[in-house]
Structure formats: structure tokens, C-alpha cells
């Protein structure tokens, strides 16, 4: 006989100051999807630092709750534009609890935002995507079209030379 399929109650939140725990339970979620702890568990952000960074109205933080459990989350970026009264919205972090993948979780998180960009005046959501990371690859296409750029990352570290 076909198994039925499970059921779950799905709520989204967008995380407020004093929302710690859940910024932690948040944290978890990304070291453990992203295989990096090093950047998610070594130096948390203090109480003080979560609270300026939740009550700020350009970044969004939004987790997926399922019975009771933080079962996914995304980070995004308000960025006003100068050209004309409008903003982007930037997805920097998006991940979904291995158990919980393929039931809707990403796409409720991004349909979310969305709502939050229109809100906003905002005229688009982008995200970037890795080479060879194929889920969030199939996931974004179903969203919008794949522009190809390039990405560098500027050091803070020491001035750099240039040969002229």
C-alpha cells in the first residue's frame, strides 16, 4: 500500500530583536547545511549585536518553522538603488534542514521575501548560485533567469599594487 505522505505545520517568521534563541537555532541550521562552522558556530554576534542587526528594515531574516523546529532560513539584503526610488533585493543566505528538503521550504522562505520586496518598493530579488551546486541551481531557475557574471572578492587586508 502507498505510504501517505507526512504531514507538517509550516509557518515563516521574519525574526524581530529578541529573537535569539531562533537567530541561534538559525546559526545551527546554516553550519550544519553549508558544512561550516567555522563561519556560523566560532564567533557568535552578542545579544546586543543580534538585536541592532533584527531591528534594521533592510535585512531580513526569515525561518521556516516546522513542529516547533527551525527547519530552514534565509538572509537577505535591502540595497536602495540610486538611479531611481526603488531597491534589490539580495538572497545572501538560504538553506533548508536535509530532512526537510523538496517540501516547499525554499520556496516559501522566497515567496516571503518577495512579498516583503514589494512592500518595500523593490523592483527584483537576486541571488547567486555556486558552479556544480545543482539543487540551489534547479531551485533559482524556477524563480527567474540566470544571468552568468563574474563575483570577486576585494580584500580589506593591505593596499593593493598594480602593475600599469
Known sequence: ?????????????????GDDALF???????ATAFEDPENYSSARPSGSYKRALLARNDVVVLIAITNQTVTGALVAYELMKFEQERSEFYI????????????????????????????????IVYVQADHGDAPAIALYTKFGTREDVMHFDISLEEEQTFDE
Not at 1 to 17: D, F, G, N, Q, V
Not at 24 to 30: I, Q, S
Open 92 to 123: 545572501y543566505d538560504l538553506a533548508v534542514s536535509h530532512a526537510y528538503r523538496r517540501r516547499g521550504i525554499a520556496r516559501a522562505l522566497i515567496e516571503t521575501l518577495k512579498e516583503i520586496a514589494r512592500e518595500n518598493n523593490g523592483s
Open 24 to 30: 541561534d537555532d538559525m546559526l545551527d541550521l546554516f
Open 1 to 17: 500500500m502507498p505510504r501517505k505522505p507526512e504531514t507538517y505545520a509550516l509557518s515563516i517568521h521574519r525574526l524581530a530583536p
